[in-house]
T-cell receptor
Framework: DVKVTQSSRYLVKRTGEKVFLECVQD?????MFWYRQDPGLGLRLIYF???????EKGDIPEGYSVSREKKERFSLILESASTNQTSMYLC?????????????FGQGTRLTVV | AQKITQTQPGMFVQEKEAVTLDCTYD???????LFWYKQPSSGEMIFLIY??????QNATEGRYSLNFQKARKSANLVISASQLGDSAMYFC??????????????FGTGTRLQVFP
């Protein structure tokens, strides 16, 4: 059974903390994505990566960074968490030339910054 | 700019009736793919259906069909014979080639569908 696994389902952090959200996939996919989901705004792309150590900014990269040291792992980093980063974070992966192959999602991490 | 627009924040449908969820997209690429996902209250993203830009036939998957009108840049999802379990958020998404020939995947704002008995 193919899987994308996010390290935490729920997370509570304090303002100013450095936060790491981890995502691991077991499908040998080249592409990995981080989205945040907010009511009324849908899924907004933060960053994506198409290869190890390669990353591209999405639509809302401010306040975030990413790391991809291994093909199967893609980390989202909040350098100094703020309350406006309270959200649901979704990780996804897909093959490089996806064609009709859908992206697979993790279960999501609901982050609350207090 | 590439964009997905879903103009219906919420929709209601009676059980066993059909419902259409709207999606329009904007891209200058000739090659792209369109997806629909379902997100129940539990939060997981469930893939429903795919349509490629070069596909001439509308995609169908069981009770789901995609009404693809390329000239109008629309990719509406049609759910036939709605069931109570269809109550969920529905997202339209588009995959387009990026500068590095990767596949950027962008989503719309979603439509919350509620099916009532």
């Amino acid at each position: 059974d193919v899987k994308v696994t996010q390290s935490s389902r729920y997370l509570v952090k304090r303002t100013g903390e450095k936060v790491f959200l981890e995502c691991v996939q077991d499908m040998d996919h080249e592409n990995m994505f981080w989205y945040r989901q907010d009511p009324g705004l849908g899924l907004r792309l933060i960053y994506f990566s198409y290869d190890v150590k390669m990353k591209e900014k999405g639509d809302i990269p401010e306040g975030y960074s990413v790391s991809r040291e291994k093909k199967e792992r893609f980390s989202l980093i909040l350098e100094s968490a703020s309350t406006n980063q309270t959200s649901m974070y979704l990780c996804a992966s897909s093959p490089l030339s996806g064609g009709s192959t859908e992206a697979f999602f993790g279960q999501g991490t609901r982050l609350t910054v207090v | 700019a590439q964009k997905i627009t879903q103009t219906q924040p919420g929709m209601f449908v009676q059980e066993k009736e059909a419902v259409t969820l709207d999606c329009t997209y904007d891209t200058s690429d000739q090659s792209y793919g369109l997806f629909w996902y379902k997100q129940p209250s539990s939060g997981e993203m469930i893939f429903l259906i795919y349509q490629g830009s070069y596909d001439e036939q509308n995609a169908t998957e069981g009770r789901y069909s995609l009404n693809f009108q390329k000239a109008r840049k629309s990719a509406n999802l049609v759910i036939s014979a709605s069931q109570l379990g269809d109550s969920a958020m529905y997202f339209c998404a588009m995959r387009t080639p990026d500068y590095y020939n990767t596949d950027k995947l962008i989503f719309g704002t979603g439509t919350r569908l509620q099916v009532f008995p």
